[in-house]
């Protein structure tokens, strides 16, 4: 008799443990984990924290964004800029005392000591960015803004103290071509010299360039205001007030802007104090 052939044993089945009744669980080829969202999430989160933390550390935002020949750059030209302002404002100043005096006008005025004090504050930010080591220096910006915050409101009372006098006096102002020459080449170079700082500020981060250039543009505003205030009282006598009107105004606003500057400052100043490694 032949010999019987071997039956080979069954091959093992392995069942999907995903099957459910015998049937596999279909996947969905456009469902896919959400692998990225939670990895981004965490990179936002981290990113926030880094740059909350920059000022912290003694730093401004700058820092991050700027590399240091960049840096060095705009800081060569921060300083170029305060320095053709001092020399600028300074002849600005002298002149518009000369106007304040021999025209009587309370916004002549005003707008010589708004020239005097852009005169101090460009003299902070070439402070500011005088070491090249402290670009980047939260500290010594937050120094620099607590000092213009006081001269702000130091000029702000002379101002409206000037103007409040002159509106109590009735003082009425003269017109004629020398001031609105002065008015309009003081509006124009104030306004000018505002736009430049405001650009350098924000590429620098800088609190006090950015006040700075708040400064220059009050005057180019009050330069203006000389023309239009004495326009107004050469067709109509009778607001002979509105001079020492805008007087009284603008030093409002910087005595606004410099009490706020204060107290967004000081404690930033506390914070920092630590962190004077730049100096």
């Not at 170029?80 to 304040?100: C, E, K, N, Q």
């Not at 103290?161 to 006096?169: N, P, R, S, W, Y």
């Not at 067709?235 to 410099?258: C, M, R």
Request: hydrophobic share 45%; glycine share 6%.
């Amino acid at each position: 008799m032949p010999e019987p052939t071997p039956v080979p044993d069954p091959a093992p089945v392995v069942v999907d443990p995903s099957a459910v009744n015998g049937q596999c669980q279909q996947t969905d080829p456009q469902q896919q984990p959400d692998t990225e969202s939670p990895g981004e999430a965490l990179k936002m989160d981290q990113e926030m924290k880094i740059t909350d933390s920059i000022e912290d550390q003694g730093l401004l935002e700058s820092s991050m964004r700027l590399k240091p020949h960049e840096a060095q750059s705009y800081r060569k030209k921060a300083l170029w800029v305060s320095w053709t302002s001092i020399v600028v404002t300074i002849v600005l100043a002298i002149t518009a005392f000369t106007v304040s005096i021999m025209r009587h006008s309370a916004s002549a005025f005003g707008f010589a000591f708004d020239a005097t004090l852009d005169v101090l504050s460009s003299i902070i930010v070439v402070w500011r960015y005088s070491n090249a080591a402290a670009v980047h220096s939260a500290h010594r910006e937050y120094i620099a803004c607590v000092i213009l915050g006081v001269v702000f409101i130091l000029s702000s009372l002379c101002i409206v103290g000037k103007a409040i006098h002159d509106l109590a006096t009735k003082l009425l102002p003269e017109v004629d071509d020398f001031l609105f020459s002065v008015s309009i080449v003081s509006g124009l170079v104030c306004i000018i010299l505002a736009v430049i700082k405001f650009m350098l500020g924000k590429v620098l981060t800088g609190r006090a360039l950015i006040t700075d250039g708040f400064n220059s543009l009050v005057g180019g505003i009050m330069g203006f205001s000389i023309l239009i205030s004495a326009e107004v009282f050469k067709h109509e006598p009778k607001v002979w007030y509105l001079d020492g009107t805008i007087g009284v105004l603008i030093g409002l606003i910087i005595l606004a802007y410099g009490v706020k500057l204060l107290l967004d400052m000081i404690p930033r100043v506390r914070q920092t104090r630590n962190y004077e490694r730049f100096e």
